[in-house]
């Protein structure tokens, strides 16, 4: 049945989306359909109109900033409003919109609005189907990853990315743990590791404490607004302060496509730096200069110093997380027995210097810091399809990032699972009632560490009416916790009289209501559908092709045969050969428009090899 | 898990017929463990003795956690023994939160004693107890601290004078003086510490500043004495350090050069004057490449040093000369 049935894993990833499984005992990265293995979490829709995902969304974003989405991590689960939010939408291009109810964030791409998690889910499935495409056979089960420091919301919303996508999420699991397993995987060991997960958008630390195959998450902290693209706009800031310091104060934030290039080459150059001690950044032709005096140029060059100092105090930020982390698993530096780097930042030398001072010793980077994630989902998704009978497997366990309470009389925040918690937990608390009379009470649910309510996220909140009424404090609520696998909160409160009892999956306040969610679950049945038209569309193309290929080829010997005898050209031959590359091209890239240009070319073709083969035959057969 | 371990325990026959894919020694030892949940103290949850180590329960831990972590079925129907193994594996996190945190350990330890533990624990505490009082008392009676606190006192106002004054000697002097005699006090140790540091600063950069006059007069030797002696006073001096590669190399004594170069250099991996050092000595021992390379270097650290560039000039066209 498993065979029959692929798992995978996949890092979905702020800038980069990666997706493994494990085939024959071994975990490995699936290429995507282009045959790369890291595929831009990007999302567009293109000029005319079309829907585009991945390394081709990627392509076009500079000349359509406005109609292209990345960095969408950056903005799952989060509430309009939000600090996050708001300076997302200062500095990204596309267009950031509330949602209906006023406390989610929506994108509005060429006109439609759409959800944070269906653009992941436009993502997740194009990852999917790169999958299938891999395996020659549909996909339905992932094991998904989120950095440590998702909250609940985040969580949820990421989930339902999965399902719109229409994956069955095994398990959500965080991203550092799960590095961690593709490290220790097949090795026997009994240690302290530290992760440091810089990633593209966020920061996560995690330590665990690993021994006979199992994984045990101590503390995990993090920074879940800190990542490669906060070095990127430092590096765009000082590009556009110098050019507008040198162009009499042209402001090059002000023109979207300037913007998008900026960003580019600054990631270009942060990587080249990496490797260099300088970068040069040259982007000719930016904007147009001011009174029409033709287009401006910027030509810069960037040290490396010069990065490390522009970028000084987000390195700083870094460590200060790794300490806290440490001191909160009651953890020495000189104790921990390895520490793993992970995410296309922590190739920047200055952060190897900073950790390998901070642990004094020097971090692991034998392993790709852009694909481990990946890799030790595809393994927790397979342990958890066909765990095997011997008990050799690898098991998870992970820990919850935050305090998650409720709101208390005085708007105070009081804590009933504190952060760093086992998960699967649960917890009971008991509340009295502060009112006389009192027969219904507001029960807030809140993540965070602030002793303020205020200060923290405010996960969901629900009403537990008919209470008996009586004296204030006479009536005890009993409120149950409960932290799955997947680190997803469920709440429910219980009058310990009456019995009365209401319950909650929390997600009311971040990301797609549940009608919300099955109105997009039908719509995606129905685009899937209008996909599926164009793909049977290219099959029945493909199919076509390769019938006239295969014939063409069954003709060769004959027709070389000819060739020797006949004054034919050897042009022609080449002609052919032309014509059938850009063929097997078009199927390999599943190019249906491609596919129809070339199909003249192929006919005629084909029908010269017809001739020339009858012409062979003729004298043979005389 | 041996036989007798059920002994007495009658296991439910609809329980043990339930159509799940679990054997049947496992479904014994999930539902054995469930029903004793509540009865069961830490140390009986993960199966081990009375105040076994941290070590032990956390090994402990792992072994259980291998059988009843739910994770552990994937893709199995478990029925009704899903909601036990749930409660079975929060129990026995419970337990390990407790029992590997040296702290939490140590008071459950104390207070699930066995009785004949417990008396022995108490005895031992009211023996602690006398012999305590018993030392205070003696102290009480002898009493150097009170003449002691005001010594200290003292000494740590003049300290504090002296390094307000910037006589660093002088205070670094009384500060550890006062120091030795209260150790326990963070201020004191703070003030001390600061003290020598900028004592042996001072220090360093007073020879130096010699060390630059000898030099000036053509005294190599007496150059050399100064830069050694401010580095002694500050090990991390790098301009000493580097001076004193300098002054070593111009008496020939190449060895001692090459040493202060070195220390230069670890004293400040980033100065350009100490690879500069570096270079003056690489060349004398007759390794031009690498002279070369260090010169380079310390010209891209620090592209004001003459020297450094004239001499690399000379080394990259020696070969005409």
Known sequence: ??????VIGIDLGTTNSVVATVRDGVPRVIPNRSGQLLTPSIVAVAKNGKKLVGPLAKRQAITNAENTVFAAKRLIGRRWGSKEVEDARTVLPYRLVAGPEGNDVRVDLAGRVVSISEISALVLAELKADAEAWFGRPVKRAVVTVPAY?????????????????????????????????????????????????????????????????????????????????????????????????????????????????????????CELSGAPSASIHLPFLVAGADGKGALHLDKQLAREQLEELTKDLVERCIAVAEKTLKDAGVRPSQVGEVLLVGGMTRMPRVQKAVKEFFGREPCRGVHPEEVVALGAAIQAHALVEPSAKGEDVLLLDVTPQNLGLLVVGGYFQTVIPKNTTVPTNQTHLFTTVQDAQTSVRIAVLQGASERAIDNELLGEFILDGIRPARRGEVSIEVSFEISADGIVGVSARDVDTGQQQSITVTATSGLTEEELRRILDEQLDDLLERKATAGEFEEKRDRAQAIVQEMEALVPAVQEALERTRFGKDAVHKADGVLARVRAAIDARDVAALEREHEALDRTLQLFRGLAAQARLPQGK | MSVDRYKGFVFSATDLSEDVDLEVERRKQILF???????????????????????????????????????????????????????????????????????KRAAYARATAPPEEFMRTEARKLEDERRAEERRARLARQNPLLSRAARVNELMQRGKAALAEHRFAQAANDLQLAQGMDPQNRELAALAAEARKKSSLAKATEHFRKGLEAEALGNAAGALAAFREALEADPTHTRSAAQAAKAAAQLGEVAVARSFADAALKAGPRSGIAHEALGLVLELEGDRKEAKKALERALELDPTLEDAKERLKKLRWGFLG
């Not at chain 2, 032990?56 to 009843?68: C, E, G, P, Q, T």
Request: charged content about 30%; glycine content about 10%.
């Open chain 1, 1 to 6: 049945m498993s065979d029959l049935d692929p």
């Open chain 1, 150 to 270: 998702f909250n609940d919301g985040q969580r949820q919303a990421t989930r339902d990315a999965g399902k719109i996508a229409g994956l069955e999420v095994l398990r959500i699991i965080n991203e550092p743990t799960s590095a961690a397993l593709a490290y220790g995987f097949g090795k026997q060991m009994e240690k302290k590791v530290v992760v440091f997960d810089l990633g593209g958008g966020t920061f996560d630390v995690s330590i665990l404490d690993i021994g006979k195959s199992v994984y045990d998450v101590v503390a995990v902290g993090g920074d879940t607004y800190l990542g490669g693209e906060d070095f990127d706009r430092r590096i765009m800031d000082w590009l556009t302060f110098g050019f507008a310091k040198e162009n009499a104060g042209i402001d090059l934030r002000q023109d979207k496509m300037a913007l998008q290039r900026l960003k580019d080459s600054a990631e270009k150059a942060k």
């Open chain 2, 33 to 103: 463990a469930d029903a004793h949940l509540a009865r069961w103290t830490h140390w009986e949850v993960l199966d081990i003795p009375w105040n076994a180590a941290c070590a032990a329960a956390r090994a402990a831990y792992l072994d259980h956690v291998k059988v009843f972590h739910p994770d552990r079925y994937a893709g199995k129907r478990l029925g009704s023994y899903r909601a036990r193994l749930e409660r079975v594996f929060r129990r026995i996190t419970e337990a390990r939160d407790v029992l590997a945190d040296e702290g």
